[in-house]
């Protein structure tokens, strides 16, 4: 049965701090092409990639991949607080796959998902009301340590295997990235009550989450001024990896370093794991065509912006060649 993909960044920073209109004004014309895309596809059911922010998943018990046959939004930057609507049987169907094909998955009956999850889902379906049945799948993007890239590529490919035997229109969703370092902690160089966040925290007050909140907004702001206490934002690293899945080979971070990641595109740049699993599902449906690619960097938002949608070529339309598109080179990195 057919499957079609959506890929994109997200970031909590929009509408809190966000760029000149014009640029705002930009993304929002891309991701409603997106939508528009979604529309066309109808899709039955959705497979979500997605990380985490240690919202859901810390440090008391942290899987490198968790399948959800339940799922709750967390409701934080202001996103929608409750249950999603997960396929159950389905969620089932892609771990018992998963394992099968030899690529180790958590399952959970209560998953808790954050803005990770639920703000590409409002990008391409504008409310919870109006979600098709989901498969929530999560992928740890910031808790160190991480496995090699290519089991992300492993996850996405049972993924995709299992969703073409659903009988079901699929949309698949990779949500994360691209180079991005925003302030996101690090259990080595956390302080105690850091520490005991990330490893116990789970469904913080009210009034502590408006704290970390207000301090994501507050170091954005000092980003885009120009601050140079964070990893910058790298075009020829995004533009690296968008070509690399343009060109369909979803192999292509198989043999990089988890420390390639970090210095190329700072500590998040690791949520791209979510692309490669998506990509990687579309992919065991044979060639497929990138019919939307857009990309701008915006400090504002921490975040290399990126929004791509594809299909499999027999069933994909002719590329929307207005869409602007990243004019980086990425040779050095070709290269390293």
Known sequence: MP?????????????????AADIA?????????????????????????????????????????CVGAAATSVGDYGLPKGPLPVDRDAAYALARHALE????????????VDHGFVQPLLFLFGSVEKLPPLVPVFINCVAEPLGPASRARLLGEAAGRAMAESGKRVLIV????????????????????????ITHGRNPTAEQRRVRESRTVAAAGEFASGSTDFHDLNPEFDAFVLDAFESG???????????????????????????IAAYGALSTQGDYEMTRRYYRPIKE????????????????????????????????????
């Open 101 to 112: 094909s030899g690529v180790d998955v958590a399952l959970s009956e209560a998953m808790q």
């Open 3 to 19: 499957l079609a993909l959506c890929a994109s960044s997200h970031s909590p920073l929009i509408g809190l701090h966000d760029p």
């Open 25 to 65: 004004d930009e993304v929002h014309a891309q991701l409603a092409g997106a939508r528009a895309f979604v529309e066309e596809f109808d899709p039955e059911l959705v497979l979500v990639f997605a990380p985490d922010h240690y919202n859901g998943f810390l440090y008391e018990l942290m899987p490198s991949f």
């Open 301 to 336: 938002w921490f975040a290399g912006f990126a929004v791509t949608t594809a299909l499999p070529k027999d069933t994909a339309q002719p590329k929307d060649t207005a869409q602007p598109k990243d004019t980086a080179q990425p040779k050095e990195l070709a290269a390293q």
């Open 249 to 275: 080979d979803t192999t292509a971070f198989d043999e990089r370093s988890t420390d390639w990641f970090v210095e190329e595109g700072g500590h998040s740049a690791h949520e791209i794991r979510t692309w």
């Open 174 to 197: 990779g949500s994360g990235g691209l180079s991005h370092d925003p302030p996101v902690p690090r259990m080595q160089n956390a302080t105690p009550e850091v520490a005991e966040r």
